[in-house]
Every structure is written in C-alpha cells, then in structure tokens.
C-alpha cells in the first residue's frame, strides 16, 4: 500500500484464500484484504513483504490469540453472573456456594451425583490422598451427605482418626 509501512499480514479462513493484511503510516493503521491467488497482483506484492510460512506461522499465532481473548471474556461474563467461581477473590459468592452445599437440605436422590463429585475432590487433597488410614479414608467414601463427608475428611486432614 504505497505510503504505508507493511505490519502484519495472516489468513482469515480455513481454506488459506483470504489475508488480512495490516499497514501503518505515523498517524493511521489501515487494512486491506488480499485474495492468495498466484498471479495476482496485490498478492504478488504482499509476498515480497511477507514469505508463506510466516504468513502462516501468523495465522496460528493470530488464531491462538483470538481464541485467548475469547475464553478469558467467556471466564469474566461467567465471573460476574455468578457461574463460576474465583476462591482467590475476596470479592467472590464462592464462600455461600460453599455454605449452601454444605448446610443444604440433601437429598439421596437429587444429591447424589453432588456428594460423588464432592468425594473426589476430597480425596485429591494431598492429605487425604496420602494417608495410610484405610478406615478413616472409608469414612469418607461411606459419608451419606456433604456435611459427614467433609468431617470425614476433616478427620484424616487433622490426624483425628
């Protein structure tokens, strides 16, 4: 782009046939769109900017990129919906998720899928995993509630057994 400073330049679709390109003066970033056909000309010219396996190279990174932004915009919306949960955040619901699952009404039936999860997750605290108390760790595993569970838990976390 005559008075332009080439920038960057990646593949905008899956089939490598349209790049986008970026060019830059002092006061103005302006982008074109090139087709990847041999022979043309504004291609041609992109080429002695860029070579192909940058531009592809480009393409991965770009996409990489877009992909980041997406997932940590997709993590803040869940954050400030309540969907998910930040337990290094002072400012957080996680501490009344915690309450209510554990001081909840159980229910065998609904629950249960809950308390299995809940389960697993005890047994991947290093303490618990790595007790050689059998009859403490079956406590846990017999715990018909989240409440029974965790003091379970909290009993081979503390020694307590």
Known sequence: MEGHEFLTAHFLNNERTTIEVYWATKNDTRVTYVEAKDGDPQYEELLSHIDIDTLHENTYKHIREQNSLFE???????????????????NTDVYKAIAAAMFAPFNPEEDKEKLFMFKLQLFEVEQIRDSKDKEAKKKIRQAKTMLTACQAAINVYQGNT
């Open 72 to 90: 940590n915009q997709v993590i803040q919306i869940a954050k400030e919906r309540g969907m998910i949960y930040d337990i290094d955040s002072i």
